[in-house]
Protein backbone atom coordinates (compact mmCIF):
# COMPACT_ATOMS: atom_id res chain seq x y z
CA UNK A 1 0.00 0.00 0.00
CA UNK A 2 1.40 3.62 -1.07
CA UNK A 3 0.83 6.08 1.80
CA UNK A 4 2.94 9.00 -0.25
CA UNK A 5 3.98 10.12 -3.44
CA UNK A 6 7.07 11.74 -4.75
CA UNK A 7 6.35 14.48 -7.15
CA UNK A 8 8.94 16.61 -9.40
CA UNK A 9 11.31 14.47 -10.28
CA UNK A 10 13.37 14.71 -13.88
CA UNK A 11 16.54 15.28 -15.48
CA UNK A 12 18.48 18.46 -14.82
CA UNK A 13 21.80 19.97 -15.43
CA UNK A 14 24.87 20.54 -13.01
CA UNK A 15 23.71 23.90 -10.97
CA UNK A 16 20.26 24.20 -11.64
CA UNK A 17 17.26 23.76 -8.83
CA UNK A 18 14.75 21.48 -8.50
CA UNK A 19 11.65 21.05 -5.56
CA UNK A 20 10.18 17.63 -5.38
CA UNK A 21 6.79 17.37 -3.28
CA UNK A 22 5.68 14.56 -1.48
CA UNK A 23 1.82 14.38 -0.87
CA UNK A 24 0.10 12.19 1.87
CA UNK A 25 -2.47 9.88 0.00
CA UNK A 26 -3.40 8.10 2.93
CA UNK A 27 -5.30 8.10 5.91
CA UNK A 28 -3.20 5.47 7.18
CA UNK A 29 -1.64 7.45 9.64
CA UNK A 30 -1.66 10.99 11.21
CA UNK A 31 0.09 13.06 8.79
CA UNK A 32 -0.19 16.47 10.51
CA UNK A 33 1.18 14.97 13.62
CA UNK A 34 4.27 13.08 12.68
CA UNK A 35 8.01 13.74 11.28
CA UNK A 36 8.38 13.47 7.66
CA UNK A 37 11.98 12.62 5.66
CA UNK A 38 13.58 12.46 2.70
CA UNK A 39 16.19 9.84 1.42
CA UNK A 40 17.79 8.81 -1.53
CA UNK A 41 19.35 5.58 -2.58
CA UNK A 42 21.63 4.65 -5.96
CA UNK A 43 21.26 0.91 -7.14
CA UNK A 44 23.55 -1.02 -5.13
CA UNK A 45 24.43 1.68 -2.48
CA UNK A 46 23.39 2.38 0.64
CA UNK A 47 20.02 4.87 1.43
CA UNK A 48 21.30 8.26 2.04
CA UNK A 49 19.90 10.38 4.45
CA UNK A 50 18.73 14.32 3.20
CA UNK A 51 17.09 15.28 5.92
CA UNK A 52 13.71 15.40 8.41
CA UNK A 53 11.15 17.71 9.13
CA UNK A 54 9.04 17.60 12.40
CA UNK A 55 5.56 17.69 12.79
CA UNK A 56 5.37 21.44 13.14
CA UNK A 57 8.47 21.98 11.06
CA UNK A 58 9.69 23.62 14.33
CA UNK A 59 13.18 20.81 14.30
CA UNK A 60 14.63 20.39 10.48
CA UNK A 61 17.81 18.55 10.35
CA UNK A 62 20.31 17.72 7.08
CA UNK A 63 22.55 15.24 5.99
CA UNK A 64 25.96 16.27 5.32
CA UNK A 65 25.79 15.87 1.90
CA UNK A 66 23.41 18.35 1.05
CA UNK A 67 23.26 20.76 4.29
CA UNK A 68 23.56 24.16 2.77
CA UNK A 69 22.35 23.25 -0.68
CA UNK A 70 18.79 21.80 -0.23
CA UNK A 71 15.95 23.27 2.37
CA UNK A 72 12.99 20.72 3.42
CA UNK A 73 9.55 22.89 4.21
CA UNK A 74 6.29 21.24 4.82
CA UNK A 75 2.39 22.85 4.63
CA UNK A 76 0.04 20.47 6.58
CA UNK A 77 -3.29 22.18 5.44
CA UNK A 78 -1.81 20.63 1.83
CA UNK A 79 -0.12 18.04 3.80
CA UNK A 80 2.44 18.01 1.72
CA UNK A 81 6.64 18.09 1.98
CA UNK A 82 8.74 20.01 0.14
CA UNK A 83 12.42 19.08 -0.99
CA UNK A 84 13.82 22.41 -3.00
CA UNK A 85 16.94 21.40 -4.22
CA UNK A 86 19.38 23.86 -5.36
CA UNK A 87 23.61 23.88 -6.84
CA UNK A 88 22.32 20.32 -7.96
CA UNK A 89 25.63 18.27 -8.50
CA UNK A 90 25.84 15.02 -10.71
CA UNK A 91 26.69 12.78 -7.52
CA UNK A 92 22.96 14.76 -6.57
CA UNK A 93 21.46 11.81 -9.30
CA UNK A 94 19.42 9.24 -7.13
CA UNK A 95 15.75 7.74 -6.63
CA UNK A 96 14.50 10.06 -4.20
CA UNK A 97 11.95 8.46 -1.38
CA UNK A 98 10.18 10.50 1.20
CA UNK A 99 8.70 8.87 4.20
CA UNK A 100 6.48 9.43 7.53
CA UNK A 101 7.86 8.89 10.92
CA UNK A 102 5.76 7.28 13.83
CA UNK A 103 6.31 10.23 15.99
CA UNK A 104 5.95 14.13 15.87
CA UNK A 105 10.21 13.93 15.50
CA UNK A 106 12.14 12.24 13.07
CA UNK A 107 16.12 11.08 12.91
CA UNK A 108 18.30 9.84 10.69
CA UNK A 109 17.70 5.95 10.41
CA UNK A 110 15.03 4.69 7.53
CA UNK A 111 14.41 1.67 9.71
CA UNK A 112 12.71 3.90 11.91
CA UNK A 113 9.84 4.91 9.06
CA UNK A 114 6.98 2.71 7.97
CA UNK A 115 5.43 4.96 5.65
CA UNK A 116 6.75 5.50 2.23
CA UNK A 117 6.60 6.71 -1.24
CA UNK A 118 7.31 4.52 -4.66
CA UNK A 119 9.89 7.66 -4.92
CA UNK A 120 10.84 10.03 -7.99
CA UNK A 121 14.25 9.76 -10.23
CA UNK A 122 16.55 12.54 -10.17
CA UNK A 123 18.84 12.47 -12.94
CA UNK A 124 21.96 16.03 -12.94
CA UNK A 125 23.76 15.70 -15.87
CA UNK A 126 27.95 17.80 -15.77
Known amino acids: QVHLVELGGGLVQAGDSLRLSCVAL??????????IAWFRQVLGKERDFIGTVSWNAGIITYGDSVAGRFTISRDNIKKTVFLQMDNLKPEDTATYYC?????????????????WGQGTQVTVSS
Open 26 to 35: QRTFPFNDVA
Open 99 to 115: AAHKKPVGNRNYEDYPY
